[in-house]
């Protein structure tokens, strides 16, 4: 239900017009208020207008809490975002269109691309068709892309432009500095900018760790949404992930199946099998949900239309203590890339 304050006039079309925004919502009749009303004056109102719990509910969401029923988290930045998405990491040309393609079609609403992927292009052409076809509408769908050290972050202003002109969907859900660079600082502060400007909604970074954090958070203005960094069941980021998550921000993972040359140890270990039986699911699912009850959103990355199904399948177990302990206890610091 929007709300509306004004200087002297009316609420005039706004009515009709946010209605024609956002079809699907649920519309209630507004009311303005004239300026130095009380806030008792308005409670009366809003109770009068018997709104169901199951309505307002948004209003109790806390920022980083992981929403199970949705399947989302709320950003510090104010939007939600998927907890579980794909990752296109190496997927090109039609494979990548066709992956994205696919995952929309199976209810994934979280796309994670860069502009060193190299696929940008093919991924928003994947999204433009699903509008097209009805599949979804534009804010659906979390997009994610990245400017990468050296060139990009020195001429950040022409990076950036580039990812949205490639992506060519509008506006870009979050810009992710992909590592840390002597111009991070200043191509973060370029991003803040398109923030502002409206063609991006969430600032994060990725490969960011304590010792990053602590020197680059004081100097910048929007606190980053979302900290993107390796962590699988070999290499977890104990220490990390909770400095990360105390100051609201919100953890994502990558290679979360430990990475292509390394997802068939994983997927084979002792542990994850056995836990993977025990629930009647896969081990990549185990590992997958492993990482959502510890607050680590999920991007796995597949071409393969069953993967990417089953990779959804993430909502119908519920791992024990004692299982999240014996995944816990597979960590033995074994980073799987060099950043
Ligand atoms: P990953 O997700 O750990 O593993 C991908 C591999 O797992 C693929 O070979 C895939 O093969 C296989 N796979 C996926 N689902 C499976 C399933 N259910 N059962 C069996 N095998 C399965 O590695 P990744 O894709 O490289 O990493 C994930 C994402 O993280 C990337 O795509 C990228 O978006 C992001 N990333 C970010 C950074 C960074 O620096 N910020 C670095 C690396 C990656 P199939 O195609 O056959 O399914």
């Not at 100051?247 to 140890?265: C, D, F, M, N, S």
Request: with cysteine; proline share 4%.
């Amino acid at each position: 239900m929007p709300f509306c304050t004004s200087h002297s006039s009316g609420i005039g079309s706004s009515d009709t017009n946010l209605h024609s925004l956002a079809p699907k919502a649920n519309w209630l009749g507004g009311k303005r208020f004239a300026s130095g009303t009380s806030k008792s004056e308005m409670e009366t109102w809003l109770n009068g207008l018997d709104i169901k719990q199951s309505q307002t509910a948004d209003s109790a969401k806390q920022v980083g809490v992981f929403d199970f029923q949705t399947k989302t988290v709320l950003l510090n930045s104010g939007y939600e975002m998927p907890i579980n998405g794909l990752g296109t990491y190496s997927l090109h040309g039609d494979v990548c269109a066709s992956s994205v393609k696919s995952a929309l079609k199976n209810g994934v609403r979280l796309i994670d691309t860069a502009s060193a992927y190299g696929n940008e292009e093919e991924v928003g052409q994947a999204i433009r068709e699903a509008i097209n076809e009805g599949i979804i509408e534009r804010e659906d769908v979390f997009v994610i892309t990245k400017i990468y050290p050296g060139s990009e972050m020195a001429n950040p202003e022409a990076a950036i432009q580039a990812c949205l002109d490639r992506l060519d969907i509008d506006y870009v859900d979050m810009m992710l500095l992909h590592h840390p660079d002597r111009n991070d600082v200043k191509a973060y502060k370029a991003i803040e900018q398109f923030v502002r400007d409206g063609k991006i909604r969430s600032i994060g970074l990725s490969n960011w760790y304590v010792e990053e954090l602590e020197s680059f958070l004081p100097q910048v203005t929007i606190t980053p949404a979302l900290v993107q960094n390796e962590i699988h069941p070999y290499y977890q980021e104990n220490d990390v992930i909770p400095f990360i998550q105390e100051k609201g921000i919100v953890v994502q993972g990558w290679y979360p199946l430990g990475g292509r040359g390394h997802t068939a140890e994983l997927l084979n270990d002792n542990t994850i099998s056995c836990i993977a039986r025990m629930h009647g699911v896969s081990s990549a699912q185990v590992i997958l949900r492993w990482n959502l009850q510890k607050g680590v959103v999920v991007i796995p990355g597949s071409s393969n239309p069953d993967h990417i199904k089953e990779n959804t399948e993430l909502y119908h177990f519920i791992l024990t203590d004692n299982e999240m302990n014996r995944i816990n206890a597979l960590d033995r610091n074994e980073k799987h890339d060099w950043y």
